[in-house]
């Protein structure tokens, strides 16, 4: 069955750099879109960002837009998350989810999630 | 921008009960509507997409229906494990991104 493992979550200061990765099983990664999702304590679920399939598209919220990458390594199924000038309002649980297609549908399944803190 | 909400903010009901959660978007779209559900300690899961879809392996007690701001989600009879948050996410169409509504506590009374 499809596994979504996230991993790289820590505690980090403002204005630093964190890289999460989510590494799949259970399906062919190279044939899916896939994506970043989050929740901050105490408040709902906020879309990160949504890369294509093969990698040749990337699709970014507003409010990570140049500070974040998406990116993918299809000979290894793993999803990367590059995170730079961190923001205390980027704390919370990522989630790296499956794309029902090649690029921009919906999220199914979803890992469990790796937590980011972000804090002085 | 796109804002959804969703009511009630939290639903007391018993199991048996139809339970009927609602979002609606500040601005009209098409179908581009999914339904998530996610249990206590658990990632969320895909329950309804495009508005009225059922995703695999949901079983028929959940339906999903509505088109334009209003969108609705009913739950025919409920189960003890029914009792969650649910999400509303919206898409659009070019480029690609999403909204969340801000959820739907559905709580045993």
């Known amino acids: 069955q499809v596994q979504l493992v996230e991993s790289g979550g820590d505690v980090v200061q403002p204005g630093k750099s964190l890289r999460l990765s989510c590494t799949a099983s259970?399906?062919?990664?190279?044939?899916?879109?896939m994506h970043w999702v989050r929740r901050a304590p105490g408040r709902g679920l906020e879309w990160v960002a949504l890369?294509?399939?093969?990698?040749?598209?990337?699709y970014y919220a507003d409010s990570v837009k140049d500070r974040f990458t998406i990116s993918r390594d299809n000979s290894r199924s793993t999803l990367y998350l590059e995170m730079e000038s961190l923001k205390v309002e980027d704390t919370g649980l990522y989630h790296c989810?499956?794309?029902?297609?090649?690029?921009?549908?919906?999220?199914?399944?979803w890992g469990q999630g790796t937590l980011v803190t972000v804090s002085s | 921008e796109m804002v959804l909400t969703q009511f009630p903010a939290t639903l007391s009901l018993s199991p048996g009960e139809r339970a009927t959660l609602s979002c609606r978007a500040s601005?009209?779209?098409?179908?581009?509507l999914a339904w998530y559900q996610q249990r206590p300690g658990q990632a969320p899961r895909l329950l309804i997409y495009?508005?009225?879809t059922r995703a695999t392996g949901i079983p028929a007690r959940f339906r999903g229906s509505g088109s334009g701001t209003d969108f609705t989600l009913t739950i025919s009879s409920l189960e003890p494990e029914d009792f969650a948050v649910y999400y509303c996410?919206?898409?659009?169409?070019?480029?690609?991104?999403?909204?969340f509504g801000q959820g739907t506590k559905l709580e045993i009374k």
């Open positions: 989810a499956k794309d029902l297609g090649t690029t921009g549908r919906w999220s199914d399944p």
């Open positions: 259970g399906f062919t990664f190279s044939n899916y879109g």
């Open positions: 890369i294509s399939f093969d990698g040749s598209e990337t």
């Open positions: 601005q009209s779209f098409s179908s581009n």
């Open positions: 495009d508005a009225s």
């Open positions: 996410q919206q898409r659009s169409h070019w480029p690609p991104a999403y909204t």
